[in-house]
Nanobody, 118 residues
Framework: QVQLVESGGGLVESGGSLRLSCAAS???????????MGWYRQAVGKQRDVVAQ???????NYTDSVKGRFTISSDVAEKTMYLQMDSLKPEDTAVYFCNLVIGRSSYWGQGIQVTVSS
């Protein structure tokens, strides 16, 4: 069973930056490279929505509200995915989850809180 552990969240002022990490374990390098990975977020009282995705470590896409501010990347050697978040806004406040999909299997991290104060 693939395990995903997020880190790097916390409290930051509006306009600040944070970098989230998602470390994957119990997965081969081949499967890590082949997977579609993504960051999702869920604000209080709202549904969980996709923020950014990366496929095969190269192809990326972002939801419109974070384009130009967030950057998703991955390190194959470390089997870790990152989300660099710059110019943070209060509306970015949410619990952020990492996700990894291989074939029909989907795995989630436990989630990490990001709070942006105004």
């Amino acid at each position: 069973q693939v395990q995903l552990v997020e880190s790097g969240g916390g409290l930051v002022e509006s306009g600040g930056s944070l970098r989230l990490s998602c470390a994957a374990s119990r997965i081969s390098v081949f499967n890590f490279v082949s997977a579609t990975m993504g960051w999702y977020r869920q604000a209080v009282g709202k549904q969980r929505d996709v923020v950014a995705q990366i496929t095969s470590g190269v192809s990326t896409n972002y939801t419109d509200s974070v384009k130009g501010r967030f950057t998703i990347s991955s390190d194959v050697a470390e089997k870790t995915m990152y989300l660099q978040m710059d110019s943070l806004k209060p509306e970015d406040t949410a619990v952020y989850f990492c996700n990894l999909v291989i074939g029909r299997s989907s795995y989630w991290g436990q989630g990490i809180q990001v709070t942006v104060s105004s």
